[in-house]
């Protein structure tokens, strides 16, 4: 068996949901190859080729996969995708929009959001919002893969030392152009990333008052997180939306600030180690899934629980 | 301008699932159906390009049994012109639906194809990717913005890292995410409007699009539950057993 995994990067930093998607490589088990596609990437596939369990490292470096479009990187990975049994991406934003590409053209199914390897072509992952839990058996020739980061312990990012092949093949992308992009600046750990996540939801009224998370989030060193409807609302940004349809998260603490627990939410969450849910209404159902609830209003809670820490 | 959307029949999304007991598939049986929430921001955004004078003609697919009718005259009610069901069983899976819808397309010959990121059943997100891959177009996912000028569609994306923007030229497919607008509801008369629009109906077998799927569903289980906590009755206490007994803060 012989694995391809598709690097998540921004061109100067390997991402950590690579090492997970890594981890569920060794699971499957086979040589494992990491390809770094992008514009001046060099650090990253030196950052890749110490990841732990990297056979080797293919680099494709252009201004052509600057922005990583799905149209010519897919047809990219499907280039080098002879000889391979799996190719896996992380079920990041960037994985879920160009692998579904890579298994169209391959004429092969997708397994979305895999959280469990249970053979080499016998994969877990949830449906329903995580209300369900599917156990699937890929009779493909190449399983097309992305891995939810959750449901694996990351490898190790130092250690390794695969060898680095350099690629030639420049695809253009000549049917989608990248006009500009407004990234979310913070000092805060990655929302995917973090040990402990602080998300507030439609309770916290205003975006004005979204800050008073940042007190705590600060001392605990965490990430904030928000539920839709904080979103919707222009609270906070999109990226922060923890959910079915937003960021699965599994921090060791996950606090739930004026959040009611909708199905939508948890589906996001729920797999965290310990969750605290902060809400004036007793009857609200995140307290079903709580470690620790409080009742009490947020706007007294918050501020005294940054005082307390 | 023609503008293609693809709806999917979908368990509401307000019904708590629940798996059967025999762990082969989820109860559907007496559970509220309704349109993906997806499906139908898209097609409220066709209807926008529409009202705009962007978009001339509106046309809906669905592919599943004959239920998938009732989602359709909710698209039709929602303002699009006309329908094609793709009769199949439930639960043809995403590579054969991309097919079917590009088969559709390959006839129809959309400018813009809308679909949602995301069916809320399969928790997929692959359709409108594999569909914009087979028919060789470009694709702007996950769009919570739209704007069709000059034979382009230019698409604000919601990323992981925030917000990102991509022009794609026509024809091209979309794929809707939440922010991209409030659908309207269905009033009374345009209920009636839709029951007499028109609906055709189509097969694979017509389309020459093998529906069999390589991948099997061994089991569908139910998630494990989480242990219910407890109550604490002050913040006090709650960072003390933070500390102690769960001992996740220093
Ligand atoms: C297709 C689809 C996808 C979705 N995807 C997601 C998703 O990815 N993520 C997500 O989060 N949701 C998602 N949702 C939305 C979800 O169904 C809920 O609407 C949403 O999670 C509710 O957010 P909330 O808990 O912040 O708001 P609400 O449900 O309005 O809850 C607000 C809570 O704040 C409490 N509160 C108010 N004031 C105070 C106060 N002063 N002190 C303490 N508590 C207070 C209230 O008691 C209440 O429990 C999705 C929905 C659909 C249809
Ligand atoms: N059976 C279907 N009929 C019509 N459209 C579908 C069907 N399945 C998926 N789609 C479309 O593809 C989108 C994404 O679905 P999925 O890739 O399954 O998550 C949906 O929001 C629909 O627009």
């Known amino acids: ?309 | 301008m023609k503008v293609l959307v693809a709806v999917k029949r979908v368990v509401d999304y307000n019904v708590k699932v629940r798996v059967q007991a025999d762990h082969k598939a989820v109860e559907l049986a007496n559970v509220k159906m309704s349109i993906n929430p997806f499906c139908e921001i898209a097609v409220e955004e066709a209807v926008r390009l529409k009202e705009k004078g962007i978009a001339t003609e509106i046309v809906a697919v669905s592919i599943g049994s004959k239920g998938c009718q009732e989602t359709l005259r909710t698209a039709l009610g929602l303002g699009a012109d006309r329908a094609v069901q793709i009769e199949t069983e439930d639960g043809v899976d995403s590579l054969a639906v991309a097919k079917l819808l590009a088969e559709v397309a390959k006839t129809e010959s959309p400018d813009l194809i809308i679909l949602g990121k995301q069916a809320i059943d399969s928790d997929n997100n692959q359709t409108g990717q594999m569909l914009a891959a087979l028919l060789d177009m470009p694709q702007a996912t996950f769009a919570s913005e739209v704007v069709v000028e000059n034979g382009e569609a230019q698409v604000t994306r919601e990323i992981d890292g925030g917000l990102q923007t991509l022009a794609v030229s026509l024809p091209a497919v979309v794929t809707t995410d939440l922010r991209l607008n409030e659908p309207r509801f269905i009033k009374l008369p345009n209920i009636m409007k839709a029951k007499k629009k028109p609906l055709d109906v189509k097969t694979p077998e017509e389309l020459g699009v093998s529906t069999a799927s390589n991948v099997n569903v061994i089991s569908v289980t139910p998630p494990a539950e989480r242990q219910g906590g407890i109550k604490v009755g002050s913040v006090a206490e709650l960072v003390e057993k933070l500390k102690n007994e769960a001992k996740v803060i220093a």
């Open chain 1, 1 to 309: 068996m012989s694995i391809l995994i598709i690097a998540e990067h921004d061109n100067a930093n390997l991402k950590p949901a690579t090492l997970n998607t890594l981890a569920a490589a060794t699971q499957i088990g086979g040589d494992v190859d990491l390809l770094v596609v992008g514009a001046n990437c060099q650090t990253v596939a030196e950052q890749a080729s110490k990841a732990e369990g990297v056979s080797r490292v293919l680099l494709a470096d252009n201004s052509v996969y600057e922005y990583q479009l799905a149209e010519n990187v897919s047809k990219l990975v499907v280039e080098l995708s002879e000889g391979y049994s799996h190719i896996l991406a992380p079920a990041t934003t960037t994985g879920k929009n160009m692998l579904p590409r890579v298994a169209a053209l391959l004429d092969v199914a997708q397994l979305s959001d895999v959280i469990k390897v249970e053979s080499a072509d016998t994969f877990v992952r949830p449906i329903y919002a995580g209300n369900a839990i599917a156990t699937v058996q890929s009779n493909d020739t190449v399983k097309v893969i992305t891995i939810r980061a959750t449901g694996f312990d990351p490898v190790s990012a130092e250690g390794g030392s695969a060898e680095l092949v350099t690629l030639s093949q420049v695809i253009a992308s000549d049917k989608s152009r990248f006009v500009g992009e407004e990234l979310a600046e913070s000092d805060r750990p990655e929302l995917t990333a973090a040990n402990i996540i602080v998300s507030g939801g439609r309770g916290m009224g205003s975006g004005d008052n979204f800050k008073i998370l940042d007190g705590v989030a600060d001392k605990l060193g965490a990430a904030v997180g928000a539920s839709r409807a904080a979103v919707d609302a222009g609270f906070v940004p999109n990226d922060l939306q923890v959910g079915q349809t937003g960021k699965t998260v599994a921090p060791d603490l996950y606090v739930a600030v004026g959040i009611s627990g909708a199905i939508q939410h948890l589906a996001g969450m729920k797999d965290s180690k310990v969750i605290v849910a902060i809400n004036k209404d007793e009857e609200a159902p995140i307290f079903q899934i709580a470690d620790y609830g409080l009742v009490a209003d947020l706007f007294e809670a918050v501020p005294e629980l940054e005082s307390a820490l």
